[in-house]
DNA sequence: GGGGCCACTGTAAGCGCTTCCGGAAGCCGG
DNA sequence: CCGGCTTCCGGAAGCGCTTACAGTGGCCCC
């Protein structure tokens, strides 16, 4: 009742209230050893009656373990982050762990929260560009599992990532069947490692089939915002290009806005592509190039969950498949379909 | 170097290390209390060469306290949760905890998951329709500071929340001056505090104006899909509705792509308002309700962080204002402005 | 009838830290 | 020269739990 009454029940009150001592009321909590079912009982009883709730503290320290395993990623904003966390939630909370969150965006100094979040779990999951390799290197050093996503595999760490080569290659072919040309890339190749490939695939497809790639991207950030604006300026280019193939759905999102503005069609003026396949997308008739990411997220989860329960298996290196998405930003078809690859 | 080497460094190889007591290493290490310089230079470097972390475990059993918060939520998908999440991690990590998270959505009994979290942090926030009173009320009363966010008050704890009347009343208001007659509302008042008061004033405020509300709502989740679906059946029903009012905009950017595909034009045929103006609703030209996403976060973390710190201040509840903001698809405007309210 | 096993329980040793308390020097002023 | 203060440090008591180890009866079987 009172409200100073921090003082919270602790296994000795229960043990004494029953007359055992406090081995007998941790195992009969926890079931792990004999205990005489009426002893059980009035245990049990004791334990609903003081309100008695084990100290995850004094738990963990004792089991020497965390129950809670981290994930890093470099933002939230934009639904591709926010569903592979959720995913990962999901399935690292079945997993019977709480899981910790750290955003390292705009950040001062990520590689020290990084560390500290490392000593509070038993393992963790790193996204994207968030931190440098060799503070990944040192995390696995000091002995916390950890699994990569969306990112370049560091040491032997177990890493997943999604399909960016053969569905950019994909992307630009079927641009390339439309018979556009001039070519414009919206977002920036530093920004993520996933763009890093997207833009690099692109380009290669692009000189693979024999055409010259844009001399640059047109840099932007990951939000329709900077889409948009992006979007103008590539606009404003002379010759105007056919196509902008943007680095995610959100980029793809603002430059199609952008395009509205200036009074051009999609796709009849301007061809537009995004990445990721987020719920809107299909709404705008954007063709994109669906991902997993819930799917990442649970991977990551699982995999995390093996290693901590001490799998020594091989490394595990994996590419999750993704799907060209064909609608209508790309261009006329003879019927909307969906391109599987 | 070898991965077997889960042992960890403790402070009592430090402390054997220099020659002193663990206490010692201790102080040096937080600077809590007299250290001879010479000393201290000493234990540091020896941390240093040992590569000595203190465990997080240890320390927050000596301590008392977690160093954590914990936010619970229903769901992440969407702009609006992701937002207020990362306002709130945002400021938590700023002040020095961890942040743990639980999204409640679909899961089996998420009151355990709930009193499971509550006993891995200081305090904690609770989101909207997640779990039921009692079991907040029981977490309040384990002793663990608790701030309500978007959601209705229970008993003495603080509660932020964005204001829904004064905006829907806005709302509507603006809509009756269009002219409008024939109102349909998107959305399920059961899914949320929020929609429960925005679907209340929206209807009280048509009353008020000597209006026939509608009978009920056209039930929908909280995505670009549900929305989608709900549309096209309010636009089925005859005499077709002027105004589909909804309940977020994910919901009514569906709207607007199931208008679009009936062959209705927005807003000469059917108007279309959402609510949250995430980012996506600016290029959509959706007149929306803006909220203070991040804010609500951000404020929550920081009231938290008063409690944590045992203030014993007057409950605080606070209504944070939410505006108005008129774009295309409510209607045609001189020009295009926003009221603010 | 006695040895052995099984069911049950208590004792106590941690887990890795923080911090209270008290002792030991060193230093200063009277 | 001595009392007292300051500075520095070690001992040890927790923090709240888990679990290895060591019993102690009771029962069964030969």
Redesign the pocket.
Known sequence: MAVQDRQ?V???EVAQRV??????V??A??G??????E?RRRVLAAVEELQFR??R???S????RHAANGIVFPDLSGPYYSEVVLGYEEVAAELGNSVLILATHGRPDPSRKVLELARRVDGMVVMGRTVADDVVAQVAEIGVPTVLLARAAVGALDTITADNDTSARQLVEHLLEHGYQRFAYLGDPDSSPDVTDRYRAFREALTDAGRKPPRSPVRCAFDVDAGHRAARRALAGSPRPQVLVCANDEVALGAMAAAAEQGLTVPADVAITGWDDVMAARYAGLTTVHQPMRELGATAARWLQDRMAGSQAAVRREVLPTRLVVRTSCGPHDAEKEVRG
Chains 1, 2 share one sequence.
Do not use: M
């Open positions: 919270q602790t296994i000795y007359g055992v001592s406090i081995a007998t941790s195992r909590l926890r792990t050893d004999y205990v005489a079912p002893t084990p100290s503290l004094g738990q320290l004792a089991e020497g």
